[in-house]
């Protein structure tokens, strides 16, 4: 699975969550998908990334998104270091 197919069914379970969701209200979906996009492959390469800065999210909120991240790159069978690379990255 690619970085951009990670980031299109990491981005539908955000936009399913009722909390996270009123967070993208106004988002250009595409760009932000772009962003992550390039944050993750970022991340996954152990390089520095700052996947959802600037929305105001807390850390509670961040956390949430990394738990939806992991899933996402669990099931796409990530190995497990470059999971937490990227895990790291979204916990910023």
């Given at each position: 699975m690619t970085p951009a197919e990670i980031v299109r069914r990491w981005l539908r379970l955000v936009a399913a969550?009722?909390?996270?969701?009123?967070?993208?209200?106004?988002?250009?979906?595409?760009?932000?998908?772009?962003?992550?996009?390039?944050?993750?492959?970022?991340?996954l390469a152990d390089e520095p990334a700052d996947a959802w800065g600037g929305l105001g999210l807390s850390e509670a909120q961040r956390r949430r998104i990394g738990d939806y991240l992991v899933g996402v790159c669990w099931a796409a069978d990530l190995p497990g270091e470059r999971i937490a690379h990227a895990r790291r990255a979204v916990a910023r």
């Amino acid at each position: 699975m690619t970085p951009a197919e990670i980031v299109r069914r990491w981005l539908r379970l955000v936009a399913a969550d009722a909390e996270l969701s009123p967070y993208l209200v106004g988002v250009d979906l595409a760009r932000i998908a772009a962003h992550l996009t390039a944050s993750l492959t970022a991340a996954l390469a152990d390089e520095p990334a700052d996947a959802w800065g600037g929305l105001g999210l807390s850390e509670a909120q961040r956390r949430r998104i990394g738990d939806y991240l992991v899933g996402v790159c669990w099931a796409a069978d990530l190995p497990g270091e470059r999971i937490a690379h990227a895990r790291r990255a979204v916990a910023r």
